[in-house]
């Protein structure tokens, strides 16, 4: 009986680091590990500082990693990928006409959705390689990343300097800290694109997950999914998610901008007022009793339900993930916003900080695991 316990491996707040290959030219890619007392374990890799894997275990304590990737660096470097996991920029979401005005000066940037920008344009800072460092710093363990993007990279001017923190703790918290400067005024919108299926990825559908948005209103979209610059009440529609609701209740309801996007893929506007400690967004998965609660400094929320996923074809675990199998939480300033007289600034301006923390906390928030084995 002691030999079992002292056999079992006690989870411990710790962060390991491994391959995960290598790009074309030879550049090795790391996958990180950190885990955390309540058998949580989160997978980080360099290319384009993705979020690979989420394991949580669920109100039985059945572990299942809950986000969408591939198994392989390959997957990612592939045609399937859906900017699984990966760290959105230099612009997260659209930029309409694949052009910025910043100070007078126009640019044209890289259009890589018809006329438009789509998350920092062809090759946006998912698919570049970041810098890595792990820590650990007591209470959480993390890794820093780091990326220098140049001068007219995707079109965008100046150099800027982009780090992303991510830290685990004991209390299922994940936290995406962003940090950025530059050395010319350009636009700087950051967000992570991670999947999630709390059921487990690879499950069909994210419709029976029940969600609730603190967004009183939300940002239309045009045909082409540009914000028109209104800010809409979302009271009386199906993006109405103040109260908990299905995601599948009115996903299919007559209304212009679910069928424009197919499902939900729209920027919510908090009425969290950039303040963390108030709750943003909450996700729960009522048969595995597992929970998503996000909280962020950001203005906005592109809340994803996979519309455009494509299935038939390999992804983790032999898994596919069907249109609507997994749901993004994108924490973010609103998209087009260069173009829009009414929306916040967006343009960072050299002496000044670009600053983002994002949390994930993940339920059910099970005691440690070994509440009963430790001493005093
Ligand atoms: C966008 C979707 C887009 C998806 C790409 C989301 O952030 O809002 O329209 O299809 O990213 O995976």
């Known amino acids: ?27 090795p890619i790391w996958r990180y590990r950190m885990t955390n007392r309540c058998r949580m374990t989160v997978e980080l890799v ?8 989420v394991h949580v275990p669920d109100m039985h304590g059945n572990s299942e990693d809950i986000t969408l990737g591939f198994d392989s660096l390959d997957g ?27 100070n007078g000066t126009a640019h ?8 438009n920008t789509l998350h920092g344009g062809q090759h946006g800072f ?51 800290h962003y940090s950025a400067v530059c050395d010319r005024a350009t636009p700087v919108n950051l967000t992570n694109h991670v999947y999630f299926n709390l059921a487990g990825a690879g499950m ?25 610059g209104a800010l809409e009440s979302v009271a009386y529609t199906p993006l109405d998610f103040m109260r908990p609701r299905r995601i599948g209740d009115a996903i299919d309801d007559d209304h212009e901008q679910l069928i424009r996007a197919g499902g939900y893929d729209h920027n919510w506007v908090l009425d969290t007022e950039g303040d963390i400690a ?11 009793g597992r929970g998503l609660e996000m909280f962020t400094t950001e203005p906005g929320v592109q809340f994803y339900t996979g519309n455009n996923l494509p299935g038939g074809f390999v992804a983790k675990n032999d898994k596919t993930y069907p249109p609507r199998s997994g749901f993004c939480l994108e924490a973010q300033r609103f998209p087009d916003a260069p173009n829009q007289a009414d929306f916040p600034n967006t343009i960072l301006s050299p002496g000044e900080k670009y600053s983002q923390t994002t949390i994930y906390r993940f339920l059910p928030d099970l005691p440690p695991a070994n509440t009963f084995l430790d001493g005093p």
Do not use: K
């Not at 609730?212 to 045909?223: D, G, K, M, Q």
């Open 1 to 27: 009986m002691s030999e079992t316990l002292t056999e079992t491996p006690r989870p411990a707040l710790a962060v390991t680091r491994e391959p995960f290959g290598q790009m074309p030219d030879g550049t």
């Open 46 to 53: 360099t290319y384009g500082a993705r979020i690979h894997a």
């Open 76 to 102: 990612y470097l592939g045609e399937n990928d859906a900017y699984f996991g990966a760290t959105i920029g230099r612009y997260a979401n659209r930029i309409g006409g694949a052009r910025v005005d910043v």
């Open 108 to 115: 044209e940037l890289s259009a890589n959705e018809g006329a």
């Open 126 to 176: 998912d698919s570049c390689v970041w810098a890595s460092e792990s820590f650990d710093a007591g209470s959480t363990v993390g890794v820093e990343m780091t990326y220098f993007s140049p001068d007219g990279e995707m079109g965008f001017p100046g150099n800027l300097a982009v780090t992303v923190r991510y830290t685990l703790d004991d209390a299922n918290r994940l936290r995406l």
């Open 204 to 228: 069909p559908s994210v419709l029976e997950h029940v969600a609730t948005l603190n967004a009183s209103r939300f940002t239309p979209v045009n045909e082409a999914m540009i914000p028109t």
């Open 278 to 288: 108030r709750l943003a967004a909450r996700v729960i998965e009522p048969e595995s």
